[in-house]
């Protein structure tokens, strides 16, 4: 199921009353970027949507919230999970990800859970970085994660918590898919 995170971006950037430029001058990205991200073209990575909720001051869960009431617990069966696709850099190429939310009713988490399914090896290794920690578990296939200068190769099983201020990425070891538990907080 895709859920419509630019149409949220962009209720907060004409309730603010900012222009495309507005955003983009603060948070780092192309006016591009912003307006594709708005109309749903294309899907930010999770570091760019962290930058992005920072910038509003919102947690990366409002864009995935339904309007319903506060709930003290949460259930999400697996058919119920809100796919991100299209996961798109600031240069406008492809990630070869994309990421589920584990969590969108519960509201003012301190963790965002997601499931991340790396499909192939990207052609370029941007690292992106934003504020507070990651945590990575490789449920299934072989993942290397860049951590500034370092590269570590993790198994299944293997697991990898860091600072997320460090410019990280995660991506497929040998270009078969990888499909990796991310706990993200801010």
């Given at each position: 199921m895709e859920y419509?995170?630019?149409?949220?971006i962009k209720k907060l950037r004409?309730?603010?009353?900012?222009?495309?430029?507005?955003?983009?001058?603060?948070?780092?990205?192309?006016?591009a970027l912003i307006s594709q991200i708005e109309n749903n073209n294309v899907s930010p990575p999770i570091a760019t949507l962290s930058k992005i909720a920072r910038f509003f001051d919102v947690k990366m869960g409002h864009f995935f919230e339904e309007d319903e009431e506060e709930r003290k617990f949460?259930?999400?069966?697996?058919?119920?999970?809100?796919?991100?696709?299209?996961?798109?850099?600031?240069?406008?190429?492809?990630?070869?990800?994309t990421y589920e939310a584990l969590s969108f009713r519960k509201r003012n988490k301190k963790m965002e859970p997601f499931m991340v399914t790396v499909s192939e090896r990207a052609g370029e290794e941007t690292l992106y970085n934003h504020e507070g920690e990651e945590f990575l578990l490789i449920i299934g296939g072989k993942a290397e994660v860049i951590l500034e200068e370092e590269r570590f190769e993790l198994d299944e099983g293997d697991a990898i918590y860091f600072d997320?201020?460090?410019?990280?990425r995660l991506l497929s070891r040998d270009g078969d898919e990888v499909r990796v538990l991310a706990v993200v907080t801010r």
């Open positions: 419509n995170i630019g149409a949220k004409k309730a603010r009353k900012l222009t495309l430029q507005d955003v983009a001058r603060e948070t780092g990205f192309s006016p949460e259930v999400v069966k697996r058919d119920d999970r809100r796919v991100v696709s299209r996961v798109i850099s600031k240069a406008g190429t492809g990630h070869g990800y997320a201020a460090l410019r990280h």
